[in-house]
Structure formats: structure tokens, C-alpha cells
């Protein structure tokens, strides 16, 4: 994937947002009978619950890509749109609103509207300790150094740092800069915002390279107050 790029607005949006206070606890199921989750598939998205080394936020960057790859769609109407009235609500007391909002006439709005109409039973992510740690220590070397890319200090790219561990495997990365809590990362990540690739709604929603296991992180940074770092590999190969 492509080192991320901030223009000015994005770096100014990502210093904004640092503490939106977000529920995790949305009235996600009250638009209409269609877009009610089960618990059966609230239950198997949660392939991170028995994790003893994640926590409860980083659980939730898991949960919730999950929900997205078992229905796009119902994400969208549901979950996406209760972050979106929630995050309007609280940037209204910026005076750059209107650059900050989710605008839902957008091409990021409508282009992700369009992406998760079709996305169904996706096969599901699951936690790996050994992706985590690396993942981990890519957070505290952005945090170290005050940087924000997918290139290490000392040079090493995503795969140099994946593949000592696991290697001859498909593997990604997503970053995200500004959020402490797993649902506004993984919501800001699908939205890719003034990321022309839309490489992390990408990875988010890949059915390419069978990536199938994750190691996830969410830390501190001196720049932009929290860091999320998501690493992914493909399956082992038959």
C-alpha cells in the first residue's frame, strides 16, 4: 500500500478529532426490520472476544470490520450512519464545519454507499498474537519518532517487517491517526476521506490474497494524540 498523505485539511481534521465519545453501544438495529442484527451474527463477528492480549477498543476494530464483510449494506444503514449523525453532531462546534462533517453527497460518502451494497458473507478476520506485537511495535516507533507512514524509522517496509514471522504470505496494512476508540477508526477508514486509492476501505473489504488473520493496535502518539495500526496476512498455503 501507498504511504499515506495529508493535505493540510486532513492533517487539521485528524487533530480535531481526537475524542469524538462515541457510544459502542448505537442504536444500530431501530431503522427498520431488514437492517436488525441477529445476535448469531453479532456473536460470530467477534472473533477477537477471547484475546487476552487486545483490548476492549482493539477488540472492536475486529468486531466491527467484521460486521462490514458479513453485510456491507446493513453496516451502512445501521452502524455507519449512527457515527455519521454522531460525528456531525459533535464537529458542529468547529467553525470549519463544513470541511470537517461527513457530507453525504459527497463522492466518499456515495462511493462507499455504492462499495458495501453488494459486500456479503465475506469471510471474517481473526486476531494473531504474533501479527499484534508486530504491529505494536510499528505504533511505537511512529509514536517515538512523531511520524505518520508505513515505512519504519529505520527504513523497513510493511512486508520487511511481516515477513521475518510469516514468511510467503499476502499481507496489508491500515493506518489511522486521531481516534481512541475501534469504532470511529474503523468508520473513518472505510469513509477514506481525501485518500484517492481508497486503499483502506480496500483492505478492509478484500477479497483478494485471502487475508484472514489480523493483528491490531491502538496507542498514543505526540502528533495526533492516538495511532491505530492494523496489520493483515492471507492464510497459510495449502
Request: proline fraction near 3%.
Amino acid at each position: 500500500m501507498k504511504n499515506l498523505r495529508y493535505t493540510l485539511l486532513t492533517r487539521l481534521l485528524l487533530l480535531l478529532l481526537i475524542q469524538i465519545g462515541l457510544s459502542n453501544t448505537l442504536c444500530a438495529q431501530s431503522r427498520s426490520s431488514a437492517n436488525t442484527w441477529t445476535a448469531l451474527e453479532l456473536k460470530n463477528a467477534d472473533t477477537a472476544k477471547d484475546a487476552p492480549y487486545l483490548n476492549d477498543e482493539e477488540k472492536k476494530l475486529i468486531f466491527y470490520m467484521n460486521l462490514v464483510r458479513t453485510n456491507g449494506e446493513k453496516f451502512f444503514n445501521t452502524y455507519f450512519q449512527d457515527f455519521t449523525d454522531a460525528y456531525n453532531q459533535e464537529m458542529q462546534q468547529y467553525r470549519n464545519y463544513n470541511d470537517l462533517r461527513v457530507n453525504r453527497k459527497d463522492k466518499y460518502y456515495r462511493g462507499l454507499e455504492k462499495d458495501l451494497k453488494d459486500v456479503r458473507n465475506l469471510p471474517l478476520f481473526e486476531p494473531d498474537e504474533t501479527l499484534t506485537w508486530v504491529a505494536q511495535q510499528h505504533a511505537k516507533d511512529l509514536k517515538k519518532t512523531n511520524k505518520a507512514g508505513h515505512n519504519s524509522s529505520d527504513g523497513r517496509s510493511v512486508k520487511d517487517r511481516i515477513t521475518p514471522y510469516y514468511p510467503n504470505r499476502a499481507m496489508a496494512e491500515n493506518l489511522a491517526f486521531g481516534f481512541s476508540k475501534g469504532f470511529a477508526n474503523i468508520c473513518m477508514l472505510l469513509l477514506d476521506k481525501n485518500v484517492n486509492d481508497l486503499g483502506h476501505r480496500k483492505t478492509i473489504l478484500s477479497t483478494k490474497n485471502n487475508l484472514k488473520y489480523t493483528g491490531v493496535t491502538i496507542g498514543t502518539h505526540p502528533g495526533y494524540r492516538y495511532c491505530a495500526v492494523m496489520d493483515f496476512i492471507s492464510g497459510p498455503a495449502d
